[in-house]
């Protein structure tokens, strides 16, 4: 199998973050820049975004959620996403933690248009609010006392350091103080650090 990913993308590093967490060795990962449009990239996913993974038998799997149950159920045993005993709770965390990561890639993207005068300070201001009004909301929510490492975990700290990475003017420290010290240590996680974008 082959996954189409970049080093800079936080969706895509959540999933290689969980290839490597399951020990899975038969996924060989591709660097791509979604935006040079690849002919392999268009084939496998027509919407040309990166996480997608192409499976053995030539169809492929996206976007990064299913790529991520996917894996899960097949080399995981449902560790991450239990089919048994459904959480709704956990289930909208996780919704929560991918809306966030959408309003920061979003944000990334409006900060994008600034050389062509197009930015929008609404829409800046609005992805912002809604990535602090999350953050807030997580910081009371018990996702950071799980006793073992959950898919809401890997995914908050991917979020979270893609903060750091594209948007370092974002003080979410200084409405999450709880978590940003639980972040100081979750970030040591061999996967975490394996994956962090340079
Ligand atoms: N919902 C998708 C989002 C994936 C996504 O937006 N990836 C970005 C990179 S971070 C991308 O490929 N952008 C290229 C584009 O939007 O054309 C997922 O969860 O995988």
């Known amino acids: 199998m082959k996954l189409f990913y970049s080093d800079a993308s936080p969706y895509a590093r959540c999933v290689r973050?969980?290839?490597?967490?399951?020990?899975?060795?038969?996924?060989?990962?591709?660097?791509?820049?979604?935006?040079?449009?690849s002919e392999l990239l268009l084939d496998a996913n027509p919407l040309a975004k990166i996480p997608c993974l192409l499976l053995n038998d030539?169809?492929?799997?996206?976007?990064?959620?299913v790529i991520l149950r996917f894996v899960d159920h097949e080399f995981g045993g449902n560790r991450f996403f239990d089919k048994t005993d459904i959480s709704w709770k956990k289930e909208t965390q996780f919704s929560l933690i991918k809306g966030m990561l959408d309003s920061a890639v979003a944000l990334r993207q409006e900060q994008m248009r600034e050389q062509e005068g197009n930015r929008s300070p609404f829409w800046c201001a609005r992805f912002e609010q809604a990535i602090l009004?999350?953050?807030?909301?997580?910081?009371?929510?018990?996702?950071?006392?799980e006793s073992s490492v959950?898919?809401?975990?890997?995914?908050?700290?991917?979020?979270?350091?893609?903060?750091?990475?594209?948007?370092?003017?974002?003080?979410?420290?200084?409405?999450?103080?709880?978590?940003?010290?639980?972040?100081?240590?979750f970030e040591d996680l061999p996967v975490l650090k394996s994956t962090r974008p340079s």
Not at 17 to 37: D, F, G, H, K
Not at 58 to 65: A, I, Y
Not at 133 to 145: D, F, K, N, P, Y
Not at 154 to 172: G, K, Q, T, V
């Open 17 to 37: 973050a969980v290839i490597r967490y399951l020990s899975i060795t038969t996924i060989i990962e591709i660097q791509t820049n979604p935006l040079e449009n």
């Open 58 to 65: 030539g169809s492929s799997l996206f976007d990064s959620e």
């Open 133 to 145: 009004r999350g953050l807030s909301s997580v910081e009371h929510s018990g996702i950071t006392t």
């Open 150 to 185: 959950t898919i809401q975990q890997i995914m908050l700290a991917c979020l979270l350091e893609y903060l750091d990475f594209r948007h370092a003017d974002m003080e979410w420290r200084k409405v999450t103080p709880a978590i940003s010290i639980w972040l100081d240590d």
